[in-house]
């Protein structure tokens, strides 16, 4: 039985969305912990959310069960789906926010989920669909539905890396999709025509310098020392990222 169901939304930190998942969730069984693993990825946009989901999973517990909802088809035909990744558990629409897991994975399964509740509203599939069956699994109930062949499935297509901004975070780093092991440390990256080089950690350039390294989920990351990479480049999530030479 799963212990520990892990959020990942666009909802925002605040409001009315967060909260009622945590309760469907906890009224369908109350030895589950709920935690909000990051509920302010880029609105509407799955594919971002979905290198940074990546990024994380392999650094937390196998037994993690993760609700994933960055919905802006919700109410229309998209399928729901179940993805199982090297063991791994993961709910959520079909738009791609679950595809690059899949593609890491050494062995994973998907399942296109047909089972719907006796009230499902048309704008939150989150609280009425994502967040019950999640309950399910964790419960270890079976989930009506049916297997699904991987080309079937948005966003399995999508490249290895995304040489993109996906997330900022609070202090106005700017993650990237792309992978650490990718790029020689002796390499630049280029944002809207400025190049900016490696350094290890923040302590190894001089306040207001901006840098890039490896971050902690093994991510391009472009900072400065205490200073704000977003405002100093005018950069949001979707801006592209040049890697000279490639």
């Keep these: 039985m799963t212990r520990l169901i892990a959020l990942v939304t666009d909802f925002g930190s605040q409001g009315i969305y967060t909260g009622q998942m945590h309760a469907v969730l906890l009224a369908s069984n109350p030895d589950i912990a709920v935690v909000d693993l990051v509920n302010d990825l880029p609105a509407f946009q799955p594919q971002l959310g979905a290198y940074l ?88 109930d079976p989930v009506p539905g ?26 106005g780093n700017l993650i990237t999709g792309l992978r650490s092991e990718s790029l020689s440390d002796r390499r630049v990256v280029r944002v809207n025509g400025r190049s900016i080089p490696f350094a290890r950690t923040f302590s190894d350039v001089p306040p207001g310098s901006a840098f890039w390294y490896a971050n902690g989920n093994g991510l391009v990351e472009i900072a400065v020392n205490q200073g704000r990479a977003e405002q100093m480049f005018n950069l949001r999530p979707g801006d592209a990222v040049e890697i000279p030479g490639q």
């Excluded at 994975?105 to 509740?117: E, F, H, L, S, V």
């Excluded at 049916?146 to 490249?159: D, K, M, R, S």
């Design 53 to 140: 989901l990546a990024s994380m999973i392999p650094f937390l517990p196998q037994d993690v069960l993760y609700v994933c909802v960055v919905d802006p088809g919700v109410g229309s035909d998209r399928a729901a789906l179940v993805l199982k990744a090297d063991g791994r558990s993961l709910v959520g629409p079909d738009n791609g926010i679950l595809a690059v897991v899949a593609r890491r994975a050494g062995d994973c399964r998907w399942w296109r989920i047909t089972w719907k509740p006796a009230k499902l509203s048309h704008s939150f599939h989150g609280r009425d669909l994502f967040a019950p069956v999640a309950a399910m699994l964790a419960r270890d």
């Design 146 to 171: 049916e297997p699904i062949a991987a080309e079937q499935v948005i966003g399995t297509n999508w490249p290895g890396d995304l040489a993109k901004i996906v997330y900022v975070d609070h202090f």
